[in-house]
Nanobody, 123 residues
């Protein structure tokens, strides 16, 4: 499975941005998908995850109520809608895929990683 993330950019505090991650390869749509982020000098942290059936969704407390993960299995694409962006949301965002939502929420259990896309929130 190959993952390609895009949609990052430079935005102002309070703006919105939507990231996309296109998955390709065998059975790509059957994997649980997620997003992580890594700020300069910090460890990679979990942001959000969704099962392939979309029956389980999880968001980190730091983004709950502002970020929303969704997916379109017909397009093999997962999205991260980011609203009310803050300077502390500045990071490289990575999409991830794994066999279960529990696994895709733990960076050490992620099976596939996409390349990162940089989000910079300017104050």
């Amino acid at each position: 499975v190959q993952l390609q993330a895009f949609g990052g950019g430079l935005v102002q505090v309070g703006d919105s941005l939507r990231l996309s991650c296109a998955a390709s390869g065998r059975s790509a749509s059957s994997y649980a998908m997620g997003w992580f982020r890594q700020a300069p000098g910090k460890e990679r942290e979990f942001v959000a995850a969704i099962t392939w059936r979309r029956d389980q969704i999880s968001h980190a407390d730091s983004v709950k109520g502002r970020f929303y993960i969704s997916r379109d299995n017909a397009k093999n694409t997962v999205y991260l809608q980011m609203n009310s962006l803050k300077p502390e949301d500045t990071a490289v965002y990575f999409c991830a895929a794994s066999a279960s939502i529990k696994m895709v929420m733990a960076s050490t259990c992620v099976r596939y990683w996409g390349q990162g896309t940089l989000v910079t929130v300017s104050s």
